[in-house]
């Protein structure tokens, strides 16, 4: 399963602290030797501030001096950036502040919060720069619950995408002094932002276990897998290939099982390796069932794996379009309901409208957004 392993190719782009648990996850999974893997995980530990991570690797006694010295030097950091932030995390603590933080959800908030504490108790705008550092060093130590309450004044969490929206536009503006600078910022928001072709499984698990399945999204999925077909595959998208380009039912069911591997060796993805599996056999089931008139259950049952009971059960529990069940003759019977050019119009029209408006709000915001900045100009 190493050749269907991301790991190598999302790492270059992400945060080390990112790469560590990627790491710790294929470790016992043998995916690759021990050796190497060990080699590497210490690599990234180095380039961090996880000293006492990487002294317990290796032998009691046998540690280099130098990383030894290296922890004293980390340690005396903290003390001093601790000393320095003491005075900002005792204001952060006091209750009125904490009930002001509390509700305080938006950028604007968070401008009262430090107008509060500025005014009220004695807090100075640069104190707010030891605080990033501390917190920033926290995090470099592995210390990711000290660095988070540290960063409580951020609360960006609702402003996620409109921060990505920014950041798109920022580097499409090329501020940077090389193409070369230019494709890696490129590519790092492409990662981050979960977008990129060998992503393609992340976005095709999504759509496949979504309760709220839209046609149009695996229509619209289906079109990309078979555009970059070319330049990524792996058996999930193989998978929906099979199923919805080929019509090839045993292609696909034997890609279903290497789905199930894929994804339990997948950081990001091995906690819906049941949900996934469900979802990917009820459009195995659906696509079989659209495509003939007349199905026995015996061969139903044979070709998908499952017991006759579970299919009546999937039929009546999801409803499929068209389908009854012939008990008599266990026979699954597909009624043919042909759309008519008037209900094509009309669902096309809703797709368009729907479309139309989402992007009169993004024009009417960025509108709003530019007048902001043009008076702020203007002011100074």
């Known amino acids: 399963m190493a050749e269907y392993d991301l790991t190598q190719r999302v790492a270059p782009f992400f945060d080390l602290h990112l790469v560590i648990p990627l790491l710790e996850f294929i470790q016992p999974r043998k ?43 980390v340690l005396e950091e903290r003390e001093q ?12 603590e006091l209750d009125e502040v904490k009930d002001i933080m509390e509700s305080a959800r938006d950028r604007e908030g968070n401008s009262k919060v430090l107008e509060f504490i500025e005014q009220n108790h004695g807090f100075k705008l640069e104190m707010l720069e030891y605080l990033f550092k501390y917190a920033k060093f926290q995090y470099e130590c592995g210390n990711y619950q000290a660095a988070s309450i540290c960063l409580d004044l951020n609360q960006e969490w609702t402003h996620a995408k409109d921060d990505l929206t920014k950041l798109k536009a920022y580097i499409d ?20 932002a979960l977008f990129c072709v060998h992503l ?37 998208t193989d998978f929906l290939s099979s199923l919805y380009i080929d019509y090839d039912f045993d ?13 339990e060796n997948d950081f990001f993805l091995v906690g819906c390796v049941n949900d996934f599996r469900e979802s990917a056999r009820l459009l195995v089931f659906d696509m079989f069932c659209r ?11 044979s070709r998908l794996f499952m017991d006759q009971s579970v299919d009546c059960g999937l039929i009546r529990n999801y409803r499929i379009e068209g389908a009854k069940i012939d008990s008599d003759k266990k026979q699954v019977v597909m009624g043919v309901k042909p759309v008519s050019i008037h209900e094509q119009v009309m669902e096309n029209t809703k797709r368009l409208t729907l479309r139309s408006q989402q992007m009169s709000l993004q024009l009417e915001k960025l509108k709003t957004e530019k007048k902001g900045v043009w008076k702020n100009e203007q002011s100074h």
């Open 173 to 192: 503006s090329d501020p940077f002094d090389t193409e070369v600078e230019l494709l890696q910022h490129r590519a790092w928001l492409l990662h981050w």
């Open 31 to 73: 995916i690759y030797d021990d050796e190497s893997l060990y080699k590497t995980h210490r690599s990234v530990l180095l380039k961090t501030n996880m000293i006492d991570s990487v002294i317990e690797m290796y032998p009691e006694g046998q540690c280099p001096e130098e990383l030894l010295k290296r922890r004293d030097e």
């Open 251 to 263: 292609g696909a069911q034997q890609k279903l099982q290497d789905c199930e591997k894929v994804l």
């Open 200 to 236: 393609l499984r992340y976005l095709a698990v999504a759509v496949v276990t979504s309760k709220n399945k839209q046609k149009n999204s695996l229509k619209d999925l289906i079109r990309v897998i078979d555009i970059e077909k070319t330049n990524y595959r792996d058996p999930v």
């Open 81 to 92: 950036l601790k000393a320095k932030c003491d005075p900002v995390v005792k204001i952060l």
């Open 291 to 301: 495509i003939h008139q007349c199905i026995s259950l015996d061969m139903l049952s």
